[in-house]
Each structure stands twice: as structure tokens, then as C-alpha cells.
């Protein structure tokens, strides 16, 4: 089958990437407990990741085509491999921060890379459009494994313990393993450059990329969609990053169960972004990304109340743990399908060789809600509450309704 391989390189190279860039929030729970650091101090550490995120994108998506794709997934491989085997040997927050920056800059490159690869291996918009959910699905299979497998090397009994780090031994030798295997990938990249698109005077645009990716600030829809993408990861987020923490905290969980729970906002993202993917075929995407941002401040509002007056001697396991830590994570069913559908619908918009450029500006954004989010969130959680904090997330869905309808409206006129 062609592009077999360069498919499942893909597909592996996400998952991984969903177990080392979204352990963020097991890994600030723990630091809380084995280097005795703050919530607002731990909170930067999704800073470290986002911002090396928006910085690299800014230099990848102008000069990843000329470079190569594969190339860069490679070397965001081999950076990982480092940084994994650093983190046992030296333990310590700045270990740990560092550590965050090496994710933020790989994931950039391979999701500028990756992002442009699916316009390369797709033949249309509605092929695209399920690539990109079935890949952002199988991402959060990789997020809901990194959750089990953090949560088997997390001693409860000891929270200080750094025994939790051996798990970056095995990821080292992932990160490995999947560069060997890309290695023999082979990968058509001739359609990456404009000579291949539609609009041949763009070549001696194309021939500096930045100035390409801000040509693309010429188009309205462009602030629109930005502004939907960097709302949409903001609450993504906001409750990814600060689940675990809350489960302890709030819910009164033990370490690892804190971590174990988790996995199910993780799972409903999965199923939701595998799911709503067929739905599109017959549903309007506005129609179901407005019921979504209903059910998901439906579910805010109803759930929190719940999480209040918590006993922490009743809860030891699974049978007893708070009926709210099962419910609130079922957000993440309809927050799926929102962050990729509103990405296939802008990049199936442009033409392929604009791909990486937009891909840049959206990894940027994507990574500057993210960190704003996980801020404001911890900054909350830690001054007033963490029921508080969540309460927030009602603001950004809020405007997120008519920020969706002016994109909808917009993409009409393309």
C-alpha cells in the first residue's frame, strides 16, 4: 500500500509524542511532592513546553520544507532520546524544565512536519478531514497510555520517591526504536514546494518562508481561526494539565489513582475525536461543535458542585473514589472533535504548499493558549480554588460560540 510506512511512522511518532508532551500534568503533581515546589512554580513548567513549542514553530514552518520533514521528525526523535536519559540521571526541577523545552521544540517539528506530511499523503478535503481526526484521536490513545504507564513507576505510600523517573529510561529506548523504523520510511516531499502549487509567482515568495507565513495575515479568516485555535487548547489545557492535581487535591485521590482517573478525560477525548469524526459525515461541523461547547459548559456546571466537602479518609481505590471523578473527565468527549476539525477546515482552505506556514501559525497559537491556560489555572488553583479554577473555563467557551460561527462564516467566502 503506498505511504504505508510513512503512515504508521506517523502514527507512532504522535502517540509517543501524546506520552511525553502531555505527562505535564503527572509530572507537575509530582514535582510538587519530590522537589517540594509550588503550583505557581510547577505551572511553568507548561510555559517551558509551550513557549519552545511557539518559538521553534516560528523557525520550522519557514524552513522545514526546504530542510525536509522527515529530517526534522528525526532529529525531534534523537533530541528526545537525550532528553529522556538526562532526566533519571539528574534529577531536579531544572532537569525538568529543560526537559520541557526539548518536548516543546521536538513536538514542534514534528507536528509542523506531520501537519504537512497529511497534505501530502491525502488526496482531499474529506480525506484530510478524517486523517486529521483519526490522528488526533490516536494521539489521545497515546495521552491515555502515558497516564497507566507514568501512574505504575508512581509510589503513593512515598511522594517524595524519584522512582517515578525510571519511566524515562523506557521512553529513551522508544524514542530509539521509532528512529530506526523512520529511518527506512521513505517520504515524496516535491509537492511541499510552491513549483507544485497553484500560484507560480508565490516561488520567489516561498523562497523566504517567513515572509509566506506572514502573507497568510492578508486573509481575515486567518484571525479567526487563530483565535478559535488558541480558545479551544486554553480550556484543553487549562484542565489537562491541572486533572491530576485536582484529583488529588480536590477529589482527595492518592497519587498514582490521581493519575489512573485521569486517563478517562484522556479515553472520552479518544472515542470523541475517533467518533465525532464519522459524525461529520452527516452532521454541519458548526452545528456539532455548538452542541459540544453547550454539553462541555453543561457539564462544568453540573459536576463542580459535586467535588465539594470530599472526606479523603473514605476514598482509598476505584470503589470508593467520588462519582464526580468519573463524571468530569467525560468533558473531554466533547471537547474532541473541536481543536481538529477547525484545523482540517483552515488547512484544507489553502493550498499544500502554504501547509507548513499555517501549520507554523497555528502551533504557535495553539501553544501560546496552552500556556496561558495552564497559568491562569494553576495561578487560580493555588490562590483561590481548584473548583474556581475550572469555573473559569466557562469564559473561553463562551466566546468560543461566536468566534466558530464568524470562521463558519468566512470559509463560505473562500
Known amino acids: 500500500m503506498k505511504n504505508s510506512r510513512i503512515t504508521i511512522s506517523v502514527f507512532l511518532l504522535y502517540f509517543l509524542f501524546a506520552i511525553l508532551l502531555n505527562s505535564v500534568g ?31 514553530s516560528f523557525m520550522a514552518a519557514a524552513f522545514l ?5 522527515r529530517k526534522s521528525m528525526l532529529m525531534a526523535l534523537a533530541i528526545m532520546a537525550v532528553a529522556c536519559i538526562a532526566m533519571p540521571f539528574f534529577p531536579g526541577f531544572s532537569t525538568t524544565k529543560l526537559f520541557f523545552m526539548c518536548c516543546g521544540i521536538s513536538f514542534a517539528l514534528v507536528k509542523v512536519s506531520v501537519y504537512s506530511t497529511i497534505g501530502l499523503i491525502t488526496n482531499d478535503a474529506k480525506q484530510h478531514g478524517q ?30 520517591s524519584h522512582a517515578w523517573l525510571a519511566v524515562y529510561s523506557l521512553l529513551a529506548t522508544a524514542c530509539i526504536a521509532l528512529f530506526l523504523f523512520l529511518l527506512g ?17 508565490d516561488v520567489t515568495i516561498h523562497s523566504v518562508g ?11 479568516i486567518v484571525y479567526v481561526f487563530l483565535l478559535a485555535a488558541f480558545l479551544s487548547v486554553l480550556v484543553e489545557q487549562g484542565i489537562t494539565s491541572w486533572l491530576p492535581t485536582f484529583n488529588n487535591e480536590i477529589m482527595k485521590l492518592p497519587l498514582s489513582l490521581s493519575v489512573q482517573v ?3 478525560l484522556a479515553a472520552s477525548t479518544a472515542i470523541g475525536r475517533m467518533g465525532f469524526g464519522l459524525l461529520l459525515k452527516k452532521i454541519n461541523w458548526y452545528t456539532l461543535l455548538a452542541i459540544c461547547l453547550t454539553c462541555m459548559g453543561s457539564l462544568v456546571l453540573l459536576t463542580l458542585p459535586l467535588t465539594q466537602g470530599i472526606d479523603a479518609s ?21 471537547m474532541a472533535p473541536i481543536y481538529p476539525v477547525i484545523n482540517s477546515l483552515i488547512l484544507s482552505a489553502l493550498p499544500k504548499y502554504q501547509h507548513s506556514s499555517m501549520t507554523g501559525l497555528i502551533v504557535i497559537f495553539s501553544a501560546l493558549g496552552g500556556t496561558t491556560g495552564s497559568l491562569i489555572t494553576g495561578f ?26 464568524k470562521l463558519k462564516h468566512e470559509l463560505s467566502r473562500c
Open 131 to 160: 486523517y486529521m481526526n483519526m490522528l488526533e484521536g490516536f494521539f489521545m490513545l497515546g495521552v491515555l497510555s502515558g497516564y497507566w504507564l507514568f501512574s505504575q513507576f508512581i509510589d503513593s505510600t512515598h511522594p517524595e
Open 380 to 405: 487560580v488553583f493555588s490562590h483561590f480554588s481548584g473548583q474556581a479554577a475550572f469555573y473559569l473555563t466557562l469564559i473561553p467557551l463562551g466566546v468560543m460560540l461566536p468566534t466558530l460561527w
Open 185 to 201: 520510511s521513505p517520504l515524496d516531499e516535491s509537492l511541499a514546494h510552491p513549483v507544485a502549487g497553484d500560484n507560480a509567482n
Open 262 to 264: 485521569t486517563s478517562i
Open 65 to 69: 520544507p526546504r530542510f525536509g520533514y
Open 210 to 220: 517567513f515572509v509566506l507565513m506572514l502573507k497568510l495575515f492578508a486573509k481575515p
Open 314 to 334: 473514605e476514598v482509598t481505590g476505584w470503589r470508593n473514589a467520588p462519582i464526580a471523578a468519573f463524571i468530569f473527565p467525560l468533558i473531554g468527549l466533547f
Open 26 to 56: 503527572t509530572v507537575i503533581l509530582q514535582v510538587i511532592h519530590s522537589f517540594n515546589v509550588d503550583k505557581t512554580n510547577a505551572s511553568a513548567l507548561e510555559a517551558f513546553k509551550d513557549l519552545s513549542i511557539a518559538g521553534a
